[in-house]
């Protein structure tokens, strides 16, 4: 009889113990946003200077006055509101991207560039726009704004651009402008 009884406490216990852990796990979120308004950033950063680096080199900088993170949304971004520079080094050798304002998109790894877009790449081709989208996934640049695109022999000017980031296959698109052609 105590074994039966003990039985049934066990089982209750278990039950009450199950039950605890599923009802407590789905509140966490909550309980990181109490106290933070939905319209307020979850954090301001003020005069950012991060650093990527990949097997002990930088493989990144990134610059930034103020960025907000809004990481306590359902949709979780980042917002770089006065600017953002980010220089980009592969093999010693330096691009940059400049933009006067930025917004990352967490779970889709977009990155939304807007307003005196500037990518300067190492060998002096230069990309300019007012939006550039950077598709962090397919390492892929597009927009469907104005381009004006330099290399070293043209200027091409356009409405659109799709390129990959080494701008090995870059491409304007509704070409206007100066190009050199091959005979």
């Known amino acids: 009889m105590k074994t039966n009884i003990a039985y049934k406490i066990f089982n209750i216990v278990t039950v009450f113990t199950v039950a605890m852990f599923f009802s407590c796990s789905d509140h966490i979120d909550k309980v990181h946003k109490i106290g933070i308004s939905e319209n307020e950033p979850f954090t301001v950063d003020y005069n950012l200077n991060l650093k990527y680096t990949d097997s002990g080199r930088i493989t990144a900088n990134l610059i930034s006055t103020k960025a907000l993170d809004y990481s306590n949304r359902d949709f979780p971004y980042r917002e770089f509101v006065d600017g953002v520079e980010l220089d980009i080094f592969d093999d010693n050798k330096k691009s940059v991207v400049i933009a006067d304002y930025a917004i990352i998109y967490t779970e889709t790894d977009l990155i939304d560039m807007q307003s005196n877009v500037v990518i300067t790449t190492h060998d002096n081709q230069v990309l300019k726009t007012d939006q550039l989208f950077y598709d962090q996934k397919n390492d892929w640049l597009f927009t469907n704004e104005a381009v004006s695109f ?33 005979e």
């Open 150 to 182: 330099k290399s070293e022999q043209d200027l091409i000017n356009g409405h659109g651009f799709d390129s990959n980031t080494k701008f090995t296959n870059a491409e304007v698109l509704e070409v206007t402008g100066i190009i050199t052609l091959e």
